[in-house]
């Protein structure tokens, strides 16, 4: 069964400090790799995906990402973070050939510190 | 704002009692996805229809069921609710089958007392 995992449950950052939340998922197939992010109060906004191609993939907000199949990892990654950042990330996978629901990590607490 | 839309945005009903969510996907999308939100389970995944019939099953008790009309919005219904079934309930849709991105509706915050 596929799985995703979210190593940290709730990180705490000062503004300008560099961020990466770990990700890691098991499916022995081809995958589509999301970050979404939840702020207080909102629903899940996509932050970056990958499909295929060059395995740094960047979205929106200075985030980026990057796939290495050997260690069947999406890492997200931000080099200094704002107080604006503070919200909830969650890592997702979609295996292709499976039903085509994502499968959601427990997600990442981000507290900024101003 | 993704393009989904979901009424109402809260809910608070009574145990027992029977509820139906709506969404409607982003123009062009054929499929739809239902997820539940909770503080101890997190995002699962419901169930999914596509064009108008069921392809995908999650984690969906019997007590719920879901639908896609012709127009292709969607709804689920929640019934004999129960305290726990309190959570976010997310709708998402995507162009194709199994392939793509979804996009998030703003959920329907349900609280059943």
């Known amino acids: 069964a596929q799985s995703v995992s979210q190593h940290n449950h709730h990180v705490i950052l000062s503004e300008a400090a560099s961020l990466e939340l770990g990700c890691n998922y098991s499916?022995?197939?081809?995958?589509?790799l999301f970050w979404y992010v939840q702020y207080p109060g909102q629903h899940l906004q996509l932050l970056l995906k990958?499909?295929?191609?060059?395995?740094l993939v960047k979205g929106i907000k200075g985030f980026e990402a990057e796939f290495i199949k050997s260690k069947f990892s999406f890492n997200l990654r931000k080099p200094s973070v704002q107080w604006s950042d503070t919200a909830e990330y969650f890592c997702?996978?979609?295996?292709?050939?499976?039903?085509?629901?994502?499968?959601f990590g427990k997600g990442t607490k981000l507290s900024v510190k101003p | 704002d993704s393009g989904v839309t979901q009424t109402p945005k809260h809910l608070i009903t009574a145990t027992g009692q029977r509820v139906t969510l709506r969404c409607s996907p982003r123009?062009?999308?054929?499929?739809v996805y239902w997820y539940q939100q909770s503080l101890d389970q997190g995002l699962q995944f419901l169930i999914q229809?596509?064009?108008?019939?069921?392809?995908a099953k999650g984690n969906i008790l019997e007590r719920f069921s879901a639908q896609q009309f012709p127009d292709l919005h969607s709804e689920l219904n929640l019934s004999s609710l129960e305290l726990g079934d309190s959570a976010l309930y997310f709708c998402?849709?995507?162009?194709?089958?199994?392939?793509?991105?979804?996009?998030f509706g703003p959920g329907t915050r349900l609280l059943v007392l």
């Open positions: 998402a849709s995507s162009v194709g089958l199994g392939i793509g991105t979804q996009y």
């Open positions: 499916y022995g197939g081809t995958v589509n």
């Open positions: 990958y499909f295929s191609g060059d395995p």
């Open positions: 997702a996978v979609l295996g292709l050939g499976s039903q085509g629901n994502l499968i």
């Open positions: 123009s062009g999308d054929l499929s």
């Open positions: 229809y596509y064009n108008g019939e069921e392809r």
